[in-house]
């Protein structure tokens, strides 16, 4: 064998059969946290989609215009809130940087506020100095249903004082254990939709109708940035199990290729050896 | 009795779907009773009892706001938490309740401190009274 000594084979064996090792055990614990989280983003699906589809019919069968927001009170130029959700860790293969690329990429040009939500994804928008709503949220990991709901009246109040006039939210979804999308959606303000005419049937509302809207979209927000966090850390899991998955299969295979090459250099050895003694003798 | 569909959702899952012949929810402005062929109408939940007559059963459940909906006949109810009444962990209320108190005895609280410490004392006395409706039947 040219070059490389048997020795060094087997130190690189050696280290490689520890990252394995390592990468195993991360597959293992993201294995067991994806259950977890998969019971959770099943359970909070349906909440979702009630509420998505409750705001929408409210929107849809709506008559009155004026409505605290239907639209946004902001005068001048665009400027739009994102809300991004990404991990506090790597090794979870393209999860981060594909939402994170895929937001960058929207507000690229645009006049935009971030809200980064997970460790990742303040690092990400600090370095590139875009500007942040709010840093308080560095740990995707334990916001719970109760800072969603802070953090949806928060906005709902800068939306409201006219600090922006768009609210998005950059999320991944949880397709399948094997596929993640990144996802962006628009939150605020909410969409007339233009069938308003026909399907239109009155709505009364208790007490008043802003006042309605005004304790409602808070809780919406709110609501909606939970399921999407549910949906994230799913995908998180999932995406950083594959990830470890393929790093342990990458590592058994270049295990067996080193493994050939070492007996390859020991035979080598070897026959050399008795080449050097026959010729000797 | 004519009966509507009901869908009651949290964000920890879906608790009830399926037919009722009634339900009687506490808003912000106070309790609000639907039945069959109610007209559309929104409303934001306050903290209170919810009552849901099901099969000529009624069932009681502690209520934490929200939005109730109803639009065409379909009733949504979307609480931020919403427990039954069987399922309340009436210890954690005491506990709960005793915190808030102790923490509203103190005089220097700031409005948001005692926003909170209050509607911790309101969340803890609901659930309480949901819990022993339950024990008095």
């Given at each position: 064998m040219a070059g490389v000594s048997a020795k060094e084979i087997k130190n690189r064996i050696r280290s490689m059969e520890s990252t394995k090792q390592i990468t195993k055990a991360m597959e293992m614990v993201a294995a067991s946290k994806l259950r977890r989280a998969q019971m959770q983003v099943t359970a909070s699906r349906p909440y979702f989609e009630i509420l998505y589809s409750a705001i929408q019919d409210i929107v849809r069968n709506n008559t009155e215009n004026e409505l605290p927001y239907l639209h946004s009170v902001r005068k001048g130029e665009r400027r739009i809130a994102y809300i991004v959700i990404a991990g506090d860790r790597g090794l979870a293969g393209g999860y981060n940087s594909n939402i994170l690329k895929k937001c960058y990429e929207e507000m690229k040009g645009t006049d935009a506020v971030v809200l980064p939500v997970g460790k990742k994804a303040l690092d990400y928008f600090r370095a590139r100095k875009a500007a942040l709503f709010s840093e308080s949220y560095p740990e995707a990991e334990d916001v719970s249903v109760g800072d969603c709901f802070s953090v949806a009246k928060a906005l709902c109040k800068a939306f409201r004082a006219g600090e922006f006039d768009e609210i998005r939210i950059g999320y991944t979804r949880f397709v399948s254990v094997l596929s993640q999308v990144p996802e962006t959606m628009k939150l605020l303000p909410l969409d007339v939709v233009?069938?308003?005419?026909?399907?239109a049937a009155d709505i009364m509302y208790e007490p008043e109708s802003s006042e309605v809207f005004e304790k409602i979209i808070p809780e919406y927000l709110g609501g909606i940035l939970y399921g999407a966090l549910c949906e994230c850390r799913a995908a998180e899991q999932a995406a950083r199990r594959t990830a470890m998955d393929s790093a342990t299969k990458n590592a058994d295979e270049m295990i067996a290729d080193l493994s050939l090459k070492f007996n390859q250099a020991r035979q080598a050895a070897i026959t050399q050896e008795i080449t050097e003694i026959v010729a000797g003798s | 009795m004519t009966t509507f569909p009901l869908k009651i959702v949290t964000p920890d899952g879906l608790q009830f779907d399926g037919q009722a012949e009634e339900l009687i929810v506490r808003t912000t402005s106070g309790d609000i009773g639907v039945m069959a062929g109610h007209i559309n109408c929104v409303a934001p939940l306050g903290m209170g009892r919810a009552t849901i007559v099901t099969e000529g059963k009624k069932l009681y459940a502690a209520c934490i706001g929200g939005i109730l909906s109803v639009v065409n006949g379909e009733v949504k109810l979307v609480p931020t938490t919403f427990e039954w009444a069987d399922q309340i962990d009436k210890d954690r209320a005491d506990r709960s309740e005793q915190k808030a108190k102790n923490a509203l005895a103190d005089k220097n609280l700031s409005r948001m401190e005692l926003e909170m410490a209050e509607a911790k004392l309101k969340r803890a006395l609901v659930r309480k009274s949901v819990a022993d409706m339950m024990l008095n039947r």
């Open positions: 233009a069938d308003n005419e026909e399907g | -």
